[in-house]
């Protein structure tokens, strides 16, 4: 799997529009809100988790199309569904490959957009593990959705449409493990982290049953 790891990571990289396309987005998205709730630090750094998160969630969602699309396109995803790689494995892959180009660098650009917010100072640590932890569940979950739809004209609202609902766990549970006053974020933190390992368990299996689905 890993030549499909690397490849889908080229790709991204050479295209622009798994990398700097979403560390774009998320720049844009955290440099925007002070100018509409003002510049109150205290209120900025009351709301910074939820906007971090939010602004990441968002950013996945750009790039989650484009996952199987362009290989339905070229008809690379029906030679890859005849190589001995099971479908589940490509879906693995292609999901890791995601979260190489997304979740990771938006993990690493929040510390920085967290000064920005007037983030706590000792919320860093958790801003970090939670978007380490929990950006894995985004890209698989995007990767489930991205198999449903692959194929469909203009399918990338009905993506966002499937895909935000199942989000909102992973957004709340983020969000609250930085927020002042949390008495046990570890706790949170673990429901994030069973949350991104049952992901990664279960649902490359339900992206084949999907992918096979729509190959027929």
Known sequence: MWPLILRDIRLALRSGGGFVLTL?????????????????????????????WIGALLSCLLSLDRIFQLDWEDGTLEALATSPIPLSGIATAKATAHWLTTGLPITLASLPLGYLLNLNHNSYFLLLTSLAIG???????????????????????????????????TLMLGAQSMSVGTNNPIELLALIAAISFMCIALLPFACAIALRANLK
């Open 24 to 52: 774009a987005f998320f720049l844009i998205v955290i440099m925007i809100v002070p100018f509409g709730v003002g510049a109150d630090l205290g209120l900025l750094s009351r709301i910074a988790p939820g906007i971090l």
């Open 135 to 169: 950006t894995p569940a985004l890209s698989f979950i995007g990767t489930f959705g991205a198999a449903l739809t692959v194929g469909v004209k203009r399918g990338g609202l009905l993506l966002s449409l499937l895909i935000l609902p199942l989000y909102i766990p």
